[in-house]
């Protein structure tokens, strides 16, 4: 039984890594989890945070902003909005994306008056970028 998983982070712009992992933690919308070798098939919505990748070489953590994770016991793959390598985000790139949330709530707000699904899922949107900022010692200001 092998101990690694195929991993694979892939964004609009461009493939960021593709290796043999021990676990990925992974920032589910319905909570975070870790898959490893044999985990059971799942397709999870991500919220903005950490992707973390355990292989024989260490940890290494990428910024993403949302997307989707495909889990089937053998391979990781995360399709991504916005994938960042963790030391590649400066105080200006964060602040970028928090504007970026920020906007979006402001325009639900404006465009979805009464109605609070839209407007729950921005705030939401906004409230996860802050707090993927807190994590990684950065903040919107």
């Known amino acids: 039984m092998a ?3 195929q991993f694979d982070l892939v964004s609009p712009e461009r493939r960021l890594v593709s290796m043999e992992a021990r676990e990925v933690r992974i920032p589910g919308v319905e909570g975070d ?10 397709i999870t919505t991500l919220r903005p945070g950490i ?5 024989a070489e260490g940890s290494t953590d990428y910024v993403v902003t949302g997307g989707f994770a495909e889990i089937d016991g053998e391979t990781v793959s995360v399709l991504a909005e916005r994938a960042i390598p963790r030391e590649e985000i400066t105080q200006e ?4 994306l928090v504007d970026e949330a920020t906007d979006k709530l402001a325009k ?14 921005a705030a939401k949107l906004l409230a996860d970028m802050v707090a993927m900022g807190d994590h990684i010692g950065l903040s919107p200001n």
């Open 108 to 121: 639900a707000q404006e465009v979805f008056v009464n109605e609070p699904g839209p407007v729950d899922d």
């Open 51 to 55: 992707v973390t990748v355990t292989s």
């Open 3 to 5: 101990d690694t998983v």
């Open 33 to 42: 989890l870790t898959a490893m070798a044999q985990h059971s098939p799942l």
């Open 93 to 96: 790139h964060f602040k970028s």
